[in-house]
């Protein structure tokens, strides 16, 4: 075997589930790669193990390393290399962003303006990370977004991300009506905004007050829309909706498990012979 170049029969113990040890992940280079298709199998495979997948997150193409960081088991020790030595800015946000990022690696990467973006979209990052990022660049429109639709956000900073945002605002604050974690005297606020994508966000936020779901009368079919999504969504309301005009307001109101099941049954069959 050439020097440089990938144990074929290694990577086949891996790969065939005959290899009990880790294995050290072979240099691959455009040159030398040993099979793209099947490390592309692998990597998309289920029951791919732990050490097969390293070695395809060192393969020199980003498609196999998004591959493998798409995958929810994608062991942290990978992530956390692909996110602090990757050269390719698509392959490390993607690792930046996945929630088996260690909690450390995330901390220290917050402090660079570059991964502010990929930080404040991770599902685990911590509020005192969002906090600090919104003050820093909260200007940045990414990060407002990031910022309004996490569920760790605190309460108090979703009432003012909306204030730094530059470029349209008033989207900012339909997002952070929608957040379930949103003050209940700002939704009401936000309820009541001229801007229909504003009401469609209250509209959706099951924190709204049942009796303040009226929205499904509104005349924005987006509001409608996320009235009909509202899990508060009364059996009356929803026998409403699911005869709409519009088409994504009916079938937002079939998808509300309060639609009583003949009535979706109904709905359906009407449907399915037009």
């Not at 979706?264 to 069959?269: E, G, P, S, V």
């Amino acid at each position: 075997m050439a020097a440089g170049q990938p144990d074929a029969r290694r990577c086949d113990e891996v790969w065939s589930g005959r290899c009990a040890h880790p294995v050290s992940p072979p240099k691959f280079t455009h040159g030398d790669h040993p099979n793209w298709p099947r490390l592309m199998q692998a990597a998309r495979r289920p029951d791919c193990p732990p050490e097969l997948l390293d070695i395809c997150s060192r393969s020199p193409f980003s498609e196999i390393q998004r591959a493998v960081l798409r995958r929810p088991d994608c062991p942290p020790q990978t992530v956390a290399r692909l996110a602090l030595k990757e050269r390719n800015w698509q392959v490390r946000s993607l690792a930046i962003q996945h929630p088996n990022l260690p909690a450390e690696v995330l901390e220290l990467l917050s402090h660079a303006q570059d991964n502010c973006d990929a930080v404040t979209a991770n599902p685990k990052c911590p509020s005192e990370i969002l906090v600090r990022t919104a003050q820093r660049w909260g200007g940045d429109t990414r990060v407002a977004h990031n910022v309004a639709t996490h569920p760790n956000t605190p309460p108090e900073l979703l009432r003012t991300i909306a204030d730094k945002v530059i470029i349209d605002p008033d989207l900012v604050r339909a997002q952070v009506a929608a957040n379930p974690a949103v003050p209940t005297d700002y939704l009401l606020q936000l309820y009541g905004s001229p801007d229909g994508r504003i009401r469609a966000g209250a509209a959706r936020n099951p924190k709204l007050p049942p009796e303040l779901v009226e929205l499904a009368h509104d005349r924005d079919r987006q509001v409608r829309e996320g009235a009909a999504y509202n899990p508060n969504c009364s059996t009356a309301l929803l026998l409403e909706l699911i005869q709409d005009r519009s088409v994504p307001v009916r079938a937002a109101a079939a998808a509300n498990p309060n639609l009583p099941p003949s009535i979706l049954a109904m709905w359906q069959l009407a449907r399915d012979q037009q």
